[in-house]
């Protein structure tokens, strides 16, 4: 089976073709026969995030192109489903990705997968050889635009157990760079500049809080660490504001108190669920500090749980997760006629074809 899938959910273009292996009707591997993303980076970084209709306009210019290429790469292959990407997301972005799944789905007479975004950042993990998780599983989607521990009983079964109250943590890393006048997007940004920091430096003490991290639930907040941020900056002076020691040290701190939040948030969840497997997805799973601390974390405190993370090329928005989404929602196809954008769709909404 080949599935070509469909992702515009924020300002990326993208389209991939993945075929599914199986042996004795089980599932092998999911191959990635095309994998095309096109960036929209620059064009908002100017505005220090990402504006809808602008990006909606992007998309209707790139997605013919990036369809020639990703079906050029895999061989033009003949398809057997199309998945795309129905919410959450902008809505301006996630009409031009549906549209475009309708005018293939009705001139290639094929059926519609409609894919939630952050279930399809949660399957990326499958990407390549499938591994078997063990359930339950704890989620931890970190991205731009979501931070949530979901509680996953199953493929396709979810409870979202906390989320973020304000800010996410990509979000936070945008704001905070803003500040620090680093540019967008701001992950990349305070990574960078933390894997600077010299081990000793100690010329600027900067500590800065880790929000709800000893509260009982299970829910994030990173609005006050952005204002710690700004209100550290303001104090200093115009020179130190521009000295590379501070934005070096300040970037280290930042990125620190974030993942101090996330692991402990994390971990807890996973020990109180008697998780026996921990996932982590989204943009955010790329930063390679957070993926150490993570991996080093669970060894120590909870070495019966499997840890499961997708290939940083994986972790950012692409549609080869999409199409890894639509495959295991192939029961709920759909009509194209009927399918529709969800801006604010959750991972515990149904969404199948009956709902569209």
């Known amino acids: 089976m080949k599935i070509l899938a469909i992702e515009t959910s924020c300002d990326d273009t993208c389209i991939s073709i993945i075929k599914i292996k199986c042996q004795r009707s089980k599932i092998k591997s999911f191959e990635v026969l095309s994998n095309v993303v096109s960036s929209q980076v620059k064009l908002h970084a100017k505005y220090g995030g990402v504006y809808p209709f602008l990006a909606k306009r992007e998309h209707q210019r790139n997605l013919p192109l990036v369809l020639k290429k990703a079906l050029k790469e895999a061989g033009n292959p003949k398809i057997n489903l199309i998945a795309v990407t129905v919410g959450p997301g902008l809505e301006p972005c996630l009409w031009t990705g549906i549209n475009l799944a309708r005018g293939l789905a009705e001139k290639m007479k ?77 992950g990349p940004k305070i990574a960078t500049e933390a894997a600077k920091l010299p081990i000793a430096n100690f010329q600027f003490p900067i500590k800065l809080p880790r929000p709800m991290i000893y509260q009982k639930n299970y829910d994030f907040s990173f609005s006050g660490l952005k204002t710690a941020v700004l209100y550290d900056f303001k104090k200093r002076s115009p020179k130190t504001r521009k000295s590379k020691q501070y934005i070096q040290k300040m970037c280290a701190e930042i990125q620190q108190a974030i993942i101090d939040v996330l692991i402990h948030k994390t971990l807890k969840t996973a020990k109180d669920y008697k998780a026996k497997s921990i996932i982590l997805a989204g943009g955010v799973a790329a930063n390679k500090e957070l993926r150490k601390q993570f991996e080093g974390k669970i060894k120590r405190e909870i070495p019966y749980s499997k840890f499961y993370i997708p290939d940083s090329k994986f972790c950012t928005d692409n549609a080869a997760m999409v199409a890894v989404a639509g495959y295991f929602n192939r029961k709920g196809k759909g009509n194209w006629k009927k399918i529709k954008a969800n801006a604010n769709l959750r991972i515990d909404q149904k969404y199948g074809s009956e709902t569209c």
């Open 110 to 186: 094929l059926p519609i997968i409609p894919v939630n975004h952050i279930e399809a950042h949660i399957v990326a993990n499958f990407i390549g050889e499938k591994s078997k998780v063990l359930f339950p599983a704890i989620c931890l989607v970190v991205s731009g635009g979501h931070t949530q521990l979901i509680l996953m009983k199953k493929l396709g079964q979810y409870k979202i157990l906390g989320e973020t109250r304000d800010d996410a943590a990509g979000e936070c890393f945008d704001k905070v760079a803003r500040i620090l006048e680093l540019g967008y997007p701001g």
